[in-house]
């Protein structure tokens, strides 16, 4: 019994414990007991392929459109069951093309007779697809939509040759009861039973019971002349767990070094102990039905860098697949319901398309590429699971950190654009939904077309991972429990000197000059970032927009403005309008057309019964904030931060500014005074250059 000490611990454990959902979960019965379940709820029979597309949709999603392409989330990608641990970001495309497959498989359209390859470059997702597969049917076969059955047998002591009586063997490939039908019955029965079903849901099943199953029922049919009734009393019928770890119907296989590779790892071995006892070696009692594809039926069967497998392990693969057979030592073909799923890499698959004898294996495989991200704000959801804020607690990840390492993870990645005009910072920015001028979502169509190839080569995540892992235990870091865009940024450069997977010195060379894009991107993130913290007098900016629209009413309307200090009646102030419509290019000759657009705005909401706010148009506001600073840098004396003497008015100016550093971009106390200084010291670099 727990002591009193214990018994807070203890009830926190039996909190979580759930014992009506431990009784459900183990449940147990007979054969008929089985039937009228499947008479009442077919699909508890459902087959491997239809199980893992009902465990897939059955967690939702949503549909968007990304560049005029409707596309489909599902919710089961993003990894509801670990809270996101395992969740995939920006990889829409290829998971549609991977749900289609189980769509397709599922409702008996050919696909559930071919592997699933999936291909693409290291660290692209790949495992992590084959991990969640796994992990969501374990999950799903505990629920009460995902349940399914298989049983034992209840072997007479005549059958044993034992002295303990009756005992219990299970059946070694977990394999659905309703295989025990006879032949001569079994159409019936399944037609019977899809009378309830629609067309994409009907219950198929695979062939005949395992050479271990086949013996037990001949030896007792034998027993009772023939009565299957009374064999099918010798059959208890149980709740199927799936479970990697407790090998039930989820397998992983990993090639290991090709002259210790043997096939029964996949099909099963031959009990030697046990032949003695059983008096042969073609006795299925005396074998052991343990192989990797004995052991996923029912589920699936993962196959870890699937190219590498000696040739005759790619054969068992061919009939696996199509027939969905597999051929144990010393016994007929068996059949398997499940699954089978490879990865690879971009060097594997090439040797497999240049080998005439893996033409079959070939036919017999469905290829999805899994490529890298594309999009920046997906890349970055791919560390924050890792370095966000909730996870790393004692240093401070100063704001675009995360940023500059996907940013430059992504230009890595991304083809040349062939279209005049635009570089690969701006096609980043085009893919990651943000509008340049002159560029449509039919341009974005037209880039995607022409490098096909994007996002299979590249900077893998976990490179970008291990470097801002380096710099947050790096001693600076330590020193400071801060690290910065610049420590990242210094990580990613020189690491790239020994990374294992780039040899060529000119794609190291290309590498770096993406570097030196990321850093002057970086310098224009923080330079708007201290204007607009400069510029955010909320009242300033107000009387600035107010000033600005009393001038572009009189202006479009041919009237006068009235000046609040001499009373007398002026003409709308052109050179006030134009220092804030240059601040966003609006040419001399596009004055007039923009001031009737703003006039035309202000109307639209008027009649919408809304009132013009000065932060209601986000082109004008970033003009006005622009024009704002330019009129209070000189007052603040930025350039002077990098001097040693700052008065004390400039002083409390620059602490303003900080503190909306801090308030509304993320920055602490440190972090925001080495912005201040690195921009003072860039503005004070562009003064040199113009007084030269």
């Known amino acids: 019994m727990p002591s009193t000490k214990s018994n807070s611990l203890v009830g926190l454990i039996e909190k979580r414990l759930d014992v009506s959902n431990f009784r459900e979960q183990h449940w147990e019965g007979t054969f008929w007991e089985y039937l009228e379940i499947v008479t009442e709820n077919p699909s508890v029979a459902r087959n491997a392929f239809q199980r893992v597309f009902d465990m897939i949709t059955s967690y939702g999603q949503e549909t968007f459109t990304l560049f005029k392409q409707e596309m489909t989330r599902y919710t089961f990608f993003a990894d509801p069951i670990d809270k996101g641990a395992d969740g995939i970001f920006g990889l829409e495309r290829p998971l549609i093309q991977l749900v289609d497959f189980f769509k397709s498989a599922a409702q008996g359209y050919g696909t559930e007779k071919r592997i699933l390859l999936l291909h693409g470059p290291v660290g692209s997702s790949k495992s992590t697809i084959a991990r969640l597969l796994k992990k969501g049917l374990e999950s799903y076969s505990r629920t009460d939509p995902g349940k399914l059955f298989t049983y034992s047998w209840r072997l007479p002591k005549q059958m044993t040759g034992g002295d303990e009586g009756e005992v219990f063997e299970p059946c070694p490939m977990h394999e659905e009861p309703l295989l025990l039908i006879p032949f001569e019955a079994r159409k019936d029965v399944l037609d019977a039973l899809n009378e309830k079903l629609p067309q994409g849901k009907r219950i198929k099943l695979y062939g005949d019971v395992c050479p271990f199953c086949r013996k037990v029922q001949a030896d007792l049919m034998d027993m009772y002349d023939g009565d ?36 029964t790892e996949l099909t099963g071995d ?111 959801k791919i560390y924050l699971k890792d370095f966000g804020p909730e996870r790393i607690k004692g240093v401070h990840i100063a704001p675009h950190t995360i940023e500059v390492a996907a940013m430059w993870a992504v230009l890595t990645r991304l083809a040349e654009p062939k279209k005049a005009g635009i570089s690969k910072l701006q096609k980043l920015k085009l893919y990651n939904g943000k509008s340049i001028p002159g560029f449509t979502e039919d341009s974005i169509k037209e880039l995607k077309e022409e490098a096909p190839r994007e996002g299979m080569q590249g900077i893998s995540p976990r490179y970008i991972q291990d470097k801002i892992s380096n710099a947050l235990v790096s001693h600076q870091a330590v020193l400071e429990k801060a690290i910065n865009p610049f420590m990242v940024m210094n990580e990613l450069e020189g690491g790239l000197s020994h990374h294992s997977l780039i040899t060529d010195e000119e794609l190291k060379k290309e590498y770096k000059e993406l570097l030196a894009v990321v850093r002057e991107e970086y310098e224009d993130i923080l330079k708007g970032e201290v204007q607009r913290a400069i510029s955010s007098d909320e009242d300033a900016v107000k009387r600035l927009a107010a000033n600005y629209i009393e001038n572009v009413r009189a202006y479009t309307q041919h009237e006068r403005v009235r000046n609040k200090f001499t009373g007398r009646e002026e003409e709308p102030d052109d050179r006030l309008m134009r220092s804030i419509e240059e601040k966003i290019d609006i040419p001399e000759s596009r004055k007039d057309d923009f001031r009737q657009e703003i006039m035309n705005y202000i109307g639209a909401l008027a009649l919408d019964g809304k009132k013009f706010e000065y932060n209601t148009n986000a082109r004008l506001l970033k003009a006005l904030e622009l024009k704002l600073f330019e009129d209070q840098r000189d007052t603040i004396k930025l350039k002077n931060l990098v001097s040693t003497v700052v008065d004390d008015e400039t002083q409390q100016k620059i602490d303003v500014v900080k503190q909306r550093l801090i308030k509304y971009f993320g920055y602490n106390e440190t ?22």
Not at 233 to 259: A, C, M, N, W, Y
Not at 675 to 692: E, H, M, P
């Open 228 to 263: 299957w009734k009374k064999v099918m009393e010798h059959v208890k019928v149980k709740r199927l767990i799936l479970s990697e770890k407790d090998r039930r119907g989820i397998g992983t296989f990993q090639p290991k070094d090709e002259k210790n590779q043997d096939s």
């Open 270 to 380: 031959i009990n030697y102990r046990k032949i003695a006892e059983y008096g042969s070696d073609s006795d299925p009692r005396a074998f052991n039905f343990d192989g990797e594809l004995n052991v996923a039926n029912r589920g699936i069967v993962e196959f870890i860098e699937v190219l590498k497998l000696d040739v005759a392990f790619l054969y068992d693969l061919l009939g696996a697949s199509q027939e969905h057979l597999i051929k144990p030592k010393k016994f007929a073909q068996t059949y398997i319901d499940e699954v089978i799923l490879g990865h690879t890499n971009e060097p594997e698959y090439k040797k497999l398309q240049g080998n005439e004898m893996m033409e079959a294996f070939r036919d017999r495989t469905i290829k999805i590429d899994v490529p890298y991200n594309i999009r920046l704000d997906d890349e970055i």
């Open 671 to 692: 972090s925001a005074t080495d912005v201040l200084n690195y921009v003072a010291s860039i503005f004070a670099r562009g003064d040199t250059k113009q007084d030269d």
